[in-house]
């Protein structure tokens, strides 16, 4: 009788574990995929903000896509950019990166979204000649 007791909390306690190690192993694949669209969202938004403002276009902005490796570790990943004239002085521009994918049980997920301004300066740092000296 007390064998067959222990037998059926060790089995118990045998699911159990097993349920909480799947949830876990789930919940660990959520997060380096999260992790995977930050980083993506903000590789995109370095390399919007590093090109000069004449060519900070939505034509150039829609070219971008996602790396090979975010492709191959978020299902359905994409890269959406928008680049849009805002209103008012001094002239600037709202670039918006946004990556969505959906999960390993085909879930969409919360994209992961990154918004800045971009405003146009006489000479961005990269064009400024080096000071003279003396």
């Known amino acids: 009788m007390e064998v067959s007791v222990a037998g059926v909390l060790l089995a118990t306690l045998l699911t159990i574990c097993l349920?909480?190690?799947?949830?876990?192993?789930?919940?660990?694949?959520?997060?380096?995929?999260?992790?995977?669209?930050?980083?993506?969202?903000?590789?995109?938004?370095?390399?919007?903000?590093?090109?000069p403002w004449e060519d900070l276009t939505g034509e150039m902005a829609a070219a971008m896509r996602l790396s090979d490796e975010a492709r191959q570790s978020l299902?359905?990943?994409?890269?959406?950019?928008?680049?849009?004239?805002?209103?008012?002085?001094?002239?600037?521009?709202?670039?918006?990166?946004?990556?969505?994918?959906?999960?390993?049980?085909?879930?969409?997920?919360q994209p992961v979204r990154l918004v800045a301004w971009r405003y146009r300066d006489a000479k961005s740092p990269i064009d400024r000649e080096p000071a003279a000296e003396p």
């Open 19 to 51: 349920q909480l190690l799947g949830v876990t192993a789930s919940r660990r694949h959520s997060l380096e995929d999260r992790q995977t669209a930050v980083l993506e969202a903000a590789n995109a938004m370095e390399r919007l903000a590093a090109q």
């Open 75 to 109: 299902a359905e990943g994409r890269l959406d950019v928008d680049v849009a004239d805002a209103a008012g002085e001094p002239a600037a521009r709202r670039i918006t990166v946004t990556v969505g994918w959906i999960d390993r049980s085909g879930k969409p997920q």
